[in-house]
């Protein structure tokens, strides 16, 4: 079992930014991936950045690419999402999730993930 708490999120102008931290623990040893998902009402819950814990590897998706950064400290167990350039449509839930699927797995599909944080909320403002 992983345990996962979000936090770092809040209420910022468009242009402004926040940094999301989410903190595993319990059985980390055995992570591969750490993800970041997000939520917006009415809509699917999509990918926004993955990390692969070993190697430092990260995927993004084309709408934060350049305006968003996922790193992570190990020693910390814990992984951060920074967001700059915020824009109205990056309010969301957003999700931490954690996966022991082998590392070439497809970190944008969520069933790669095993285990997800209780989310929390970011919303920008025009």
């Known amino acids: 079992q992983v345990q996962l708490v979000e936090s770092g999120g809040g209420l910022v102008q468009a242009g402004g930014s926040l940094r999301l931290s989410c903190a595993a623990s319990?059985?980390?040893?055995?992570?591969?991936?750490m993800g970041w998902f997000r939520q917006a009402p009415g809509k699917e819950r999509e990918f926004v950045a993955a990390i692969r814990r070993s190697s430092g590897s990260t995927d993004y998706s084309d709408s934060v690419k350049g305006r968003f950064t996922i790193s992570r400290d190990n020693a910390k167990n814990t992984v951060y999402l920074q967001m700059n350039n915020l824009k109205p449509e990056d309010t969301a839930v957003y999700y931490c999730?954690?996966?022991?699927?082998?590392?070439?797995?497809?970190?944008?599909?969520?069933?790669?993930?095993?285990?997800w944080g209780q989310g929390t909320q970011v919303t920008v403002s025009s």
């Open positions: 999730a954690a996966s022991f699927t082998p590392p070439w797995s497809a970190t944008m599909i969520r069933s790669t993930y095993d285990y």
């Open positions: 319990g059985r980390t040893f055995s992570v591969v991936t």
